[in-house]
């Protein structure tokens, strides 16, 4: 077995032709790019067992080579997969059960009849790879770099496939993203954690691609540094995989759940404290702002607007063509990766950072929520638009995190809160702002808000 460590960037066909070029990618490359031509077929049962049970089954013919392969879908961490992989030299193209074995076979599917896989698409795409060698510090890095050009087919729909994968096969992982960062700073790439498998099992059931990653494991004695850590990621996965689905199908709705989760990370930066100084999130808050000002405008005009809606997808596109999306992408991924916020931090920070999350979140939204002044807005509706980031702080925690707290009626105070925070986004109207100053007193009269500002 092994253990591939990797990154996938999506590209355009003009991208992955200058990446080939790139100085970056020359300058350490040795021995140049290597042509391979793969034919990909990959096995499941009509019921999609593998899928089920998290794990692709593959047989490749590469040349004369024909190479059967198990992966597991692994996890995700900061924007770099590891997966487990099997692979089997065969002499024959047919896929050979026998070698599908306890050690590596899904104790899930112990009772599964082998007889029963059979093809369901293929990935078939030419790969350039070439081996990228550098000095980081004292230690030596070797990735490969696969530049990967073909097509995804099940049965009659087919999906291009345009990426660069960086594998690391020596040093940290850490390298794999500041590699892909710096490839960034010039040219429009598009990270986004999706195998070939998942896109062939997406176009045979558009249902099967998750949406978001699974939910951060939170619980209320551990740490807020692995809590941010936890939450920075589901965030910033999320937004990766949102992108790629509203870019693959054009769904309105999707393009709001990215934007969310965008807003999620901006509040979850912003309400850190100490335990985040504010110039170890500058360039990132930066690079959020830019990119919600620009779009929330276009969701909210959306709203009522169907010929924004039609355009948004040509929109996004041009959004991805541009190199500001995988920019602050990976640089948000490297970031959670290295712990950016903690850098630069003073005592009481890293004693907030320590504290656990169950004794510091009461308190934190306990002085956000004084500072919103309810009673204030229940007189002057008409100013509430000023405290929407406030109530974003608020929301993000109570979104993700409210089952660590122990607060009376916590869901309905969330549900009542991002109430009131859709309707501080509204236009001021006269009913507007009836509503505004209506849902104030109603979240201003809640138990779990009196047991906040208690
Ligand atoms: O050649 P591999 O094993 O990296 O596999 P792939 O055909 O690129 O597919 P995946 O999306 O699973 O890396």
Not at 43 to 48: C, K, M, N, S, V
Not at 78 to 96: F, H, I, Q, T, V
Not at 220 to 243: F, K, Y
Not at 259 to 279: I, T
Request: one cysteine or more; hydrophobic letters at 40%.
């Amino acid at each position: 077995m092994q253990k591939e460590t990797e990154i996938k960037l999506r590209v355009s066909r003009e991208t992955l032709q200058a990446l080939r070029e790139h100085p970056l990618l020359k300058k350490r490359n040795k021995s140049g790019w290597q042509r391979h031509e793969l034919f990909n077929q990959y096995f499941d049962t009509p019921q999609r067992d593998l899928a089920q049970a998290k794990v692709a089954l593959r047989l490749r013919r590469d040349g004369d080579t024909y190479i059967q392969t198990l992966k597991s879908r692994g996890q995700s961490v900061a924007g770099l997969s590891e997966r487990n992989e099997w692979d089997w030299y065969l002499d024959k193209p047919k896929l050979d059960p026998k070698q599908l074995t306890d050690d590596c076979w899904p104790a899930s599917l112990a009772t599964l009849d082998k007889k029963t896989l059979k093809p369901i698409f293929t990935t078939d795409f030419v790969r350039e790879k070439a081996e990228i060698a550098w000095g980081r510090g004292k230690s030596r890095v070797v990735v490969e770099a696969a530049l990967d050009l073909g097509k995804v087919t099940a049965g009659k729909q087919s999906e291009e496939i345009c990426e660069l994968e960086l594998e690391l096969r020596q040093g940290e992982p850490e390298a794999l993203l500041e590699l892909a960062a710096e490839l960034a700073a010039d040219l429009a790439l598009m990270p986004c954690d999706i195998s070939k498998a998942e896109r062939g099992y997406r176009l045979h059931d558009p249902q099967s691609y998750a949406l978001g990653l699974p939910a951060a494991q939170l619980d209320p004695t551990m740490p807020l540094d692995e809590a941010v850590a936890a939450l920075g990621w589901q965030l910033l996965g999320n937004s990766q995989r949102l992108a790629e689905q509203y870019r693959f199908n054009g769904h309105w709705s999707l393009l709001g759940d990215w934007l969310q989760q965008l807003v999620d990370l901006r509040a979850l930066l912003g309400s850190l404290g100490q335990a985040a100084p504010r110039a170890s999130s500058r360039e990132l808050r930066e690079a959020l702002d830019a990119l919600i000002g620009d779009w929330r405008p276009q969701l909210e005009s959306g709203q009522d607007d169907e010929a924004v809606r039609q355009a948004a997808p040509k929109r996004f596109a041009e959004e991805l063509g541009q190199i500001r999306w995988g920019l602050f992408s990976l640089n948000a991924s490297r970031w959670l990766l290295q712990r950016g916020w903690m850098q630069g931090r003073n005592e009481r920070g890293n004693r907030q950072g320590a504290a656990e999350l169950g004794k510091w979140l009461p308190r934190q939204l306990g002085e956000e929520a004084e500072a919103l002044q309810l009673p204030r807005y229940k007189q002057q509706p008409e100013d509430l638009d000023e405290q929407l980031p406030r109530m974003e702080r608020l929301l993000v925690w109570l979104r993700l995190a409210r089952q660590t707290l122990e607060l009376p009626e916590v869901d309905r105070l969330y549900g009542e809160l991002a109430k009131l925070h859709a309707l501080a986004a509204l236009p001021r109207s006269e009913e507007s702002l009836g509503a505004r100053a209506e849902q104030a007193h109603t979240v201003w009269t809640l138990k779990a808000w009196k047991a906040l500002t208690r």
